[in-house]
């Protein structure tokens, strides 16, 4: 490495001592490398600076053993190869007044410096004039090799076990499918920022994308179509709505899914400002609350959109990663970003509510939410209308399902051994060992065949009890059933399943594909019968029993997504998580009527699980409200 220019950067003055440049890089590196994403990210932006056409990006190990970018670009001299490892080390900046328009992606001088600190980096580059190339080889921060080489013009980085150095950060890393997912939406981001490039990914000697760029006068639109539909191959491109609208401050274009796009997870969300990808959750609510009523709570939509405004209305700066900006008017953005997309589906015959300004706004009915469940629709036993004004539903022509009159003698669920319920009629939650030590206690729970069950607003079971009323959540109680016979498949029986007549493949992204053969084994004891094919492609010939039959690619795609969102928030073994991802994404969801045989059987079932009064997460499935309670809302008091 070229000597320090500070030089004091080693003394001691006093009790204060200046950090030596290879300790201060490792430090730097905690925020500007934070995974093997981070490394690709700043590698690929490099690229693109250095004007490529061209750029692969070869990893091995999800980014932990291999992350190498290829590319075409302008090349480096011998001294700035050397001098591009200095820590703020740029070519795009000479003065602060720079800052104010800045029109490249990495600027701080930061990646190259951080990254060679906390790895074995290898660089080789060549400027198209230059007869030899430059090898220059950093271990762990300290200069191991510079000499001349011969290397196709352009530059070659290699980034070789990340964190070897630094073994506390690498075993914070997360389960190689986790990491390879950020590795793959870091790719997306790029190849979409710059669709007139040509882009490669390569996992394990495994080609996963090979984008090819957009022709000679390509318009915008028709590049980043291509590229949608390369990137994403189950995506259906007729089903983007184009966005586009441009003021004298702003313009915005690009597209959004329709409403029937729309995924439970909140991954395939791209915004764009001046060209650099960005993470805004004031931005990304703009988009998704412009969609109002027309996708379900819960659902996110697709959408790439870019933003163009003078490099003087924001801040790129704020944070080593530079992918936080502020805007100096964020909230006019915000209106703008909702009011365009607002626009844009109203154009496309698609507005559930929009503003009186814009045209060719119509009202849809929303579809009927797709669950997995065995418990499908049948013929509505309750109807409501509003009847305060506030949104609240009116009760309007009760019907029981079931025709039983109220019998007193209906179980009693104060009566159980183990459960315990509080004066505030909530039930406390009893330990596993209480229900292993009191196993006819559920048994006592589904004695009586004949008492009368309510379903309130297609969410809740109500059904009387010898002291009151219990009110059981429907979709709690489910993800119990289903959770507990997951995990019971999972420690060696084997779920039902029920065969397709005909066979289904279903194409997954390289993230899904790559988490789906990782828990292959485990969903296959949960009565999935897949094999995969090379390609990404996955064949369904059967499917657990509590799945509907059709409903296969959305089950695998929801169950993947909890699996992942698990694997973020939550400390969970794969069975575990697997497990609750598998009850979450299948149990029936509210707005699901019930018929009075699968009430029913949605009771008997909870009540014979070894926990029946919380769903996996710890919710209670089940409330109970005393007659005490209910005379006392009544102001009867004792008077009975």
């Known amino acids: 490495m070229p000597t320090p220019s500070n030089p004091i950067s080693t003394a001691t003055k006093g009790i204060i001592h200046v950090l030596p ?15 093997p994403a981070s490394v690709v990210k700043e590698l690929i932006e490099n690229a693109v600076d250095a004007g490529a056409l061209s750029i692969q990006v070869n990893i091995k190990k999800a980014g932990s053993a291999l992350i190498q970018v290829v590319d075409d670009g302008c090349g480096m001299e011998p001294d700035d190869a050397l001098a591009s490892f200095e820590r703020h080390a740029t070519s795009k900046l000479r003065a602060i007044e720079d800052l104010d328009s800045l029109s490249t992606l990495g600027f701080r001088g930061e990646a190259l410096a951080s990254v060679s600190a906390v790895a074995q980096v290898e660089l080789k580059t060549r ?22 080489c011969a290397t196709p013009s352009g530059t070659s980085i290699a980034v070789r076990n990340l964190f070897y150095n630094v073994p506390a950060r690498r075993n914070f890393l997360k389960a190689p499918s986790t990491e390879f997912k950020h590795i793959v939406e870091t790719f997306q981001s790029q190849a979409l920022a710059n669709p007139t490039v040509a882009f490669a990914l390569v996992h394990d000697e495994m080609e996963v994308y090979r984008l090819s760029a957009a022709g000679p006068g390509a318009s915008f639109d028709d590049a980043l179509l291509k590229r949608v539909s390369e990137l994403f191959n189950n995506r259906n491109v007729d089903a983007l709505i184009r966005v586009v609208e441009s003021t004298s401050y702003l313009t915005i274009e690009g597209f959004v899914g329709a409403p029937q796009t729309a995924r439970k997870s909140r991954g395939d969300q791209f915004l764009f400002v001046n060209g650099r990808y960005v993470k805004s959750r004031s931005l990304n609510h703009a988009v998704i609350s412009s969609f109002g009523e027309l996708i379900p709570s819960g659902a996110y939509p697709f959408f790439a959109l870019f933003l163009t405004l003078d490099g003087g209305h924001v801040d790129v700066n ?36 929009v503003d009186p300004t814009l045209s060719n706004s119509i009202t849809i009915p ?8 065995s418990f499908t629709p049948a013929s509505k036993a309750w109807s409501f209308t509003s009847t305060d004004g506030d949104g609240g539903g009116g009760l309007r022509g009760p019907e029981i399902l079931g025709s039983e009159t109220l019998d007193p003698r209906t179980f009693d669920i104060a009566s159980f051994p183990s459960a315990n319920v509080m004066s505030d009629g909530k039930v406390r939650l009893p330990s596993r060992v209480d229900s292993e030590t009191n196993p006819g206690a559920a048994e006592q729970a589904v ?12 969410r809740y079971l109500l059904t009387p009890i010898r002291t009151g009323l219990m009110v059981l959540d429907q979709q709690a109680a489910h993800e119990r059933i289903l959770y507990e016979q997951a995990m019971s498949a999972m420690s060696g029986g084997m779920a039902a399943s029920q065969q397709l007549l005909f066979p289904r493949t279903i194409d997954f992204d390289p993230a899904e594909f790559t988490l789906l053969e990782e828990l292959l084994p485990d969903l296959q004891t949960l009565g999935f019968d897949l094999e995969l094919f090379s390609g990404r492609s996955v064949l369904v010939r059967g499917v657990p029993s509590d799945v509907r039959l059709g409903a296969e690619e959305v089950i695998l795609e929801e169950i993947l997504d909890q699996y992942r969102s698990n694997l973020d928030s939550l400390q969970l073994d794969a069975r575990e998580n697997l497990a609750r991802s598998m009850a979450r994404r299948s149990a029936i969801k509210p707005g699901r009527v019930l018929k009075r045989e699968e009430a029913r059987a949605l009771i008997d079932q909870l009540f014979a699980c070894r926990m029946p009064y919380a769903d996996p997460v710890g919710r209670p499935t089940m ?10 809302r009544f102001g009867k008091g004792g008077r009975g």
Do not use: C
């Not at 929303?366 to 469940?373: A, H, K, M």
């Not at 009586?448 to 309510?454: F, G, N, P, Y």
């Open 21 to 35: 440049d290879v300790l201060a890089n490792k430090i730097a590196a905690g925020e500007v490398v934070q995974r």
């Open 127 to 148: 400027r198209v004039q230059d007869e030899a190339g430059t090898l220059v080889k950093i271990d762990g921060g300290l200069l191991v090799e510079r000499s001349p």
């Open 318 to 353: 704020v944070h080593p990663q530079k992918t936080e900006i502020k805007f100096d008017d964020e909230r006019g953005v915000y209106g703008f970003i909702k009011a365009v997309v607002k626009r844009g589906l109203a154009n496309a015959g698609l507005a559930f509510s």
């Open 366 to 373: 929303l579809s009927e939410g797709q669950g997995g469940s």
């Open 447 to 458: 004695q009586e065949s004949s008492r009368a069950i309510w379903q309130l607003h297609e």
């Open 623 to 632: 409330i109970k409200m005393p007659m005490e309670e209910l005379a006392k």
